[in-house]
């Protein structure tokens, strides 16, 4: 064996080893640039309350209602408190029983509701509204909020006299109790400090906007917001989310979700109060939708800083199958900018060095011949390979955010009857990939990677043969066809997937399809442009030299 063909393989193998596991360590890196790993999560609730905990706390806190909720969503996620919390709610129950059907005990209460016997007629949480609807309860929830000092809850009170309604009957007419009983649930709300002083501000400018142009105008929509919270809320459970929502937006995007996903309303609640932020739980699921769901779920069950770090990134989970070692996944929750540059400089320094070690593989010097190939290291190729391996790792760069099924829709009164509108007709571009599209996708990838090395080996073939120079250009010339066959095997490519398109097999997707004559254009004119191009010109040159020295 040659010492130096020896030595030269030790090197390409050294190559291949780093990149390698430069590779691996940039995979093993749980951080992406748009969305959160599930090691990510579980890394940011290690050590903080979990779900179960926190419902522990309110019932420690006498508030059955909102600790009823916590619990039901500590039993979706698993949580092992979940039974004794059960068991302390209903032992809070018997013990106070008046405070069952308000689902707490509230000082503002007991001067207009008898507690005592709302609990002989209300054994059970009871939702909010009920209370307000009886016309000697409101005449004493009139008299008692009369004499109260808050400006706010006064500005409050005066929309009672406004007769220009839209969907409500005037409070002071026939009718009018729904509108009269959700205005004093509003001041009585707002007189217990069950409002959060941002949304008590807002209500009283509204109000004072509303009673000056005698009109209800948007404080209307907000009255119909807090009108379907109270009718699936107990007073308690009603307090406690107000108190964490910043603005009359909050309030009107909850009164959305309860109404479009009744079923998720235990967990949406318990989002609220656990992350100490109703507005920032919203905005999330009205743009994420049932996947938003899954994803607070997830952090659910992981603890509170899982789910402060969903809400801060605002930020789908990523659902891409990915190790999950807790020293890698504590770093890059601590330090998530560095950990991802880590991680695309090691993608880069990966591809580099593979690239590397293909180099001495395929085009190390050979004894006796002049070393004119052309080589396949340069740092441009390791870019573009690197961007390949970061759109594979985010997959939501390639692939966009499905569409919400929560989404906010203003639905506008009409004054007549009119003929069923004609559904808009469907997008017929989807905005999100499937599995087979990727798998495609990554498939032809592949195949045109096959071909370049293809094209490679036969260039160093002719390369080490004995034939003089003008033979090897020949050669060369001869094997057009070959360096053109990434065009062909795109355009194949292509032409399959449309056909399995068609036929139902994967889903229709543009991208699937024109992605392999993308492919193929980038490959052959990586091969020509890049390899046979300076080859042939070393080839001539090196011919035209022989042909003078033997003149």
């Not at 390639?398 to 007549?416: G, I, M, T, Y």
Request: glycine share 8%; charged share 20%.
């Amino acid at each position: 064996m040659n010492p130096a063909t020896d030595r030269s393989r030790l090197v390409a193998s050294a190559w291949l080893a780093a990149g390698l596991l430069l590779l691996t360590a940039g995979w093993l890196l749980p951080v992406n640039l748009t969305s959160i790993s599930p090691a990510l999560l579980h890394a940011a609730g290690l050590g903080t309350q979990t779900l179960g905990a926190f419902g522990r706390d309110l019932v420690d806190f006498e508030k059955p209602g909102p600790a009823a909720l916590v619990q039901k969503s500590a039993q979706a996620v698993g949580d092992p408190r979940s039974p004794a919390v059960a068991r302390a709610i209903d032992e809070l129950r018997t013990k106070q029983p008046e405070a069952a059907a308000w689902g707490g005990w509230d000082p503002f209460l007991d001067p207009v509701f008898n507690l005592r016997q709302t609990a002989k007629d209300h054994a059970a949480s009871t939702p909010a509204l009920e209370y307000f609807l009886p016309e000697a309860t409101r005449e004493k929830l009139r008299t008692y909020l009369a004499n109260t000092r808050s400006p706010s809850v006064q500005a409050i009170l005066q929309t009672r006299t406004i007769a220009a309604t839209g969907r409500f009957e005037p409070a002071t007419r026939p009718g009018g109790q729904p509108l009269d009983a959700i205005i004093l649930l509003t001041a009585l709300l707002g007189q217990g400090d069950h409002l959060s002083p941002p949304l008590l501000r807002e209500l009283r400018d509204l109000a004072s906007t509303a009673t000056d142009r005698n009109t209800l105008g948007d404080l209307e929509r907000v009255y119909l917001d807090l009108l379907s919270l109270a009718q699936r809320l107990d007073w308690m459970q009603l307090g406690e989310f107000l108190r964490r929502a910043n603005d009359t937006r909050t309030v009107n995007e909850f009164a959305h979700l309860a109404r479009v996903a009744p079923d998720e309303l235990p967990l949406i609640y318990s989002a609220a109060l656990f992350s100490d932020s109703a507005d920032r739980v919203a905005t999330y699921l009205i743009q994420y939708g049932k996947a938003g769901v899954a994803d607070l779920t997830l952090s659910l069950g992981s603890g509170q800083g899982a789910v402060r770090l969903l809400l801060n990134r605002q930020a789908p989970v990523s659902r891409q199958p990915s190790p999950e070692i807790g020293a890698v996944a504590t770093f890059g929750y601590l330090h998530p900018r560095l950990a991802l540059g880590l991680k695309w400089l090691a993608f880069l320094a990966g591809a580099f060095g593979l690239l590397r070690g293909f180099d001495r593989i395929f085009f190390a010097p050979v004894p006796g011949l002049p070393a004119g190939l052309p080589r396949m290291q340069g740092g441009l190729v390791s870019l573009l390979l690197a961007g390949l391996l970061v759109l594979v790792t985010e997959p939501y760069l390639l692939k966009a955010v499905p569409p919400s099924e929560f989404k906010v829709r203003l639905v506008q009164p009409v004054l007549a009857a009119a003929a069923d509108a004609k559904p808009l007709p469907a997008n017929s571009t989807p905005t999100s990939m499937d599995t087979s599209t990727l798998l495609s996708i990554g498939l032809f990838a592949c195949l045109q990677v096959a071909m370049y090395f293809i094209c490679l080996m036969k260039i160093r073939e002719i390369e080490r043969s004995a034939h003089p120079t003008p033979v090897k250009l020949r050669l060369m010339e001869n094997e057009e066809n070959l360096f053109d066959g990434g065009l062909y095997l795109g355009i194949a490519g292509t032409a399959t997937a449309l056909v399995l398109q068609v036929l139902g097999i994967i889903q229709p997707n543009l991208l699937a399809a024109y992605s392999s004559n993308l492919f193929g254009i980038a490959c052959v004119a990586l091969v020509k442009i890049r390899h046979v191009r300076p080859y042939k010109c070393g080839l001539i040159l090196r011919g035209a030299g022989e042909a003078k020295a033997a003149s």
